[in-house]
């Protein structure tokens, strides 16, 4: 059974850092891209960020941009999004979701909420 | 960025209806687009995917079509289990965009 289970969401002060986890299991984690998508409470799905299998590529959300970091540690099966520079408006549920190759979500996570205010 | 707009934002109907939501691309995404179902409180789930291919374990009573521009998700008979916000994705360029989302009530 595919699980993906992200971590280390939180309350924290704007302008702080946070890193999320998400550990994978029941499925071969170093041949699938990942993704990190965000909900902000009662809004819509936004993608935030994407690595390729092997972790040598890649893409943001402007928004994000020169703020979050996306890495992977295949050893581990676990995928990470470094958060710094926090702002109000990252306030949402992160949710790590598997890709194929890239282009849609075929598994997703359970959620973790990050919440900045101060 | 590519914006995706879906329709209608929410529509209400009774179990057994044949249920029709669009979504519109603001150019050509070939078959690049995926359908997925979220429920209150939980992760969404991936119902279509390359425009009309069911994910496995999907009821068949869903199915997709479409390309290019516009594309259609269909309920061909509406059950108890499929009320829900319904997202519509694009995968054919980064940033992968969403649509707002059509929100499934019971009538």
């Known amino acids: 059974e595919v699980q993906l289970v992200e971590s280390g969401g939180g309350l924290v002060q704007p302008g702080g850092s946070l890193r999320l986890s998400c550990a994978a299991s029941g499925f071969t984690f170093s041949t699938y891209w990942m993704h990190w998508v965000r909900q902000a409470p009662g809004k819509g799905l936004v993608w935030v960020s994407r690595i390729n299998s092997v972790g040598s590529s890649t893409s943001y959300a402007d928004s994000v941009k020169g703020r979050f970091t996306i890495s992977r540690d295949n050893a581990k099966n676990t995928l990470y999004l470094q958060m710094n520079s926090l702002r109000a408006e990252d306030t949402a549920v992160y949710y790590c979701a598997s890709s194929p190759y890239g282009a849609f979500f075929d598994y997703w996570g359970q959620g973790t909420l990050v919440t900045v205010s101060s | 960025d590519i914006q995706m707009t879906q329709s209608p934002s929410s529509l209400s109907a009774s179990v057994g209806d044949r249920v029709t939501i669009t979504c519109r691309a603001s150019?050509?995404?070939?078959?690049?687009l995926n359908w997925y179902q979220q429920k209150p409180g939980k992760a969404p789930k991936l119902l279509i995917y390359a425009a009309s291919s069911l994910q496995s374990g999907v009821p068949s009573r869903f199915s997709g079509s479409g390309s290019r521009t516009d594309f259609t998700l269909t309920i061909s008979s509406l059950q108890p289990e499929d009320f829900a916000t319904y997202y519509c994705q694009q995968g054919y360029d980064t940033p992968l965009t969403f649509g707002g989302g059509t929100q499934v009530e019971i009538k």
């Open positions: 150019q050509s995404i070939s078959n690049y």
